[in-house]
């Protein structure tokens, strides 16, 4: 399974991006994608999943009201629209999919699969 997590960048405190990312490679199909980030100096965090059946999201508490996490499920592709965005977002975002270890719960130990990341910089 391969996935390109791509809409990165740098973006001015108050801004907004939206990152996308497409899996590819699926054999068994997947339960659920999703976003985590890790900041410099820090460990790696979730950020937002959603599950393929029925659309469940999960959200971290810092990041409700601005992120918006959707599918394209025909595309096997994720969006994450980050709206009113502040400089404790920057980060590497990641993308990551749960083909078996799905736990309910957006967690690293969910995910069977990684992108490489994408950089997003808050900063004026």
């Known amino acids: 399974v391969q996935l390109q997590a791509s809409g990165g960048g740098l973006v001015q405190p108050g801004g907004s991006l939206r990152l996308s990312c497409s899996a590819s490679?699926?054999?068994?199909?997947?339960?659920?994608m999703g976003w985590f980030r890790q900041a410099p100096g820090k460990q790696r965090e979730p950020v937002s999943c959603i599950t393929k059946d029925d659309g469940t999201t999960y959200y971290r508490d810092s990041v409700k009201g601005r992120f918006t996490i959707s599918m394209d499920a025909t595309k096997n592709t994720i969006y994450l629209q980050m709206n009113s965005l502040k400089a404790e977002d920057t980060a590497i975002y990641y993308c990551a999919t749960s083909v078996d270890s799905w736990l309910r719960q957006c967690y690293e130990d969910s995910m069977d699969y990684w992108g490489k990341g994408t950089l997003v910089t808050v900063s004026s």
């Open positions: 490679g699926f054999v068994r199909g997947y339960i659920a």
